[in-house]
C-alpha cells in the first residue's frame, strides 16, 4: 500500500518504561532512549492512498489521521507500536483493522496547515465516534529547519510497525520512506485525552515538539513473527 503522510506533527512525551510496557502485548518489546520511553500524538493529513499498481480510490483516499503511538524493538528492528488511529473514513478504518491488525477508530478528524514553512500554523482536532470516545486539539507554530539528534533519530527513524491480532498473534509490517525533513515548532494550544484513553497516565511536562511537511511511504503485507520480538 502506498500513501503520502503531509503536514505531520510529532508530539512526544517521556514515560517510566514499566507505565508503557504493561500496556503491550507479552512479546512486544519496548524501546527506550537513555532509560525513557516515549509516547506521542501524531496527526498529519493522508493523501493518495492506494493499493500498489492500482489507482486511488477518490472518495477516500484524502483524509486526517491522528494517532497515539510508542516505539518498539522487532527482531533487532526500531518499529512503531500503535495504541490508536483516529480517522474520518469508515472504509479505510475498516480495511486498516482487518489487513493490518490496527486499532483504527471512526472519527471526526481534521488537520490543517495555515501558510508554509517558518511561521505556519498547524491545527489539529479530533471527536472519536467508535468503538470509544475521545477528543483531541493541538495547535502549533512551525519553526526553523531542524537537524536531527540521536533523540530525534530514535523517534523518527522507524522503518517498520508492529500490531496484534487475535489471539495475540504477532505482526510486522516493513515500512518504507525517505528520512524526514524536521522542523522545530513552538505549541499554541492542547486539549487531549487520546493518550490517558490508551490507558496511559497524563502526560506530564511540555511535548517534545517537531514538525514535517512530509514523506512518502510505501506499507508492505504484514509478516507473522515469533512470540519472542527482541
Not at 512503531?80 to 493490518?100: C, G, I, Y
Not at 522542523?183 to 494550544?189: C, D, K, T, V
Not at 487520546?194 to 511540555?206: F, K, M
Request: proline share 10%; with cysteine.
Amino acid at each position: 500500500m502506498t500513501q503520502q503522510w503531509r503536514d505531520l506533527l510529532f508530539a512526544h512525551w517521556s514515560y517510566e518504561p514499566d507505565v508503557v510496557q504493561r500496556l503491550l502485548p507479552d512479546g512486544v518489546e519496548l524501546d527506550t532512549f537513555e532509560g525513557r520511553a516515549y509516547v506521542a500524538l501524531v496527526p498529519f493529513n493522508m493523501r493518495h492512498l492506494r493499493v500498489r499498481y492500482l489507482p486511488p480510490i477518490p472518495t477516500t483516499a484524502n483524509f486526517a489521521e491522528i494517532n497515539v503511538r510508542t516505539y518498539v524493538i522487532s527482531q533487532g528492528r526500531p518499529a512503531v507500536w500503535f495504541f490508536s488511529l483516529d480517522t474520518p473514513q469508515l472504509l479505510p478504518t475498516a480495511v486498516a483493522r482487518t489487513a493490518f491488525k490496527l486499532p483504527y477508530c471512526y472519527a471526526k478528524a481534521a488537520v490543517h496547515l495555515s501558510g508554509t514553512g517558518p511561521g505556519a500554523v498547524l491545527t489539529s482536532s479530533v471527536e472519536r465516534r467508535w468503538p470509544t470516545q475521545g477528543r483531541s486539539s493541538i495547535a502549533i507554530r512551525v519553526g526553523q529547519p531542524l537537524a536531527p539528534g540521536p533523540l530525534e533519530n530514535f523517534l523518527t527513524a522507524r522503518w517498520g510497525l508492529v500490531s496484534a491480532s487475535r489471539g495475540n498473534k504477532l505482526w510486522y509490517g516493513p515500512v518504507e520512506h525517505e528520512p524526514w525533513p524536521l522542523h522545530s515548532a513552538e505549541l499554541l494550544h492542547l486539549d487531549d485525552n487520546l493518550i490517558t484513553a490508551a490507558g496511559l497516565p497524563a502526560p506530564i511536562g511540555e511535548p517534545h515538539l517537531m514538525f514535517s511537511p512530509g514523506v512518502s511511504t510505501t506499507i508492505h503485507s504484514l509478516q507473522r513473527l515469533n512470540r519472542a520480538m527482541s
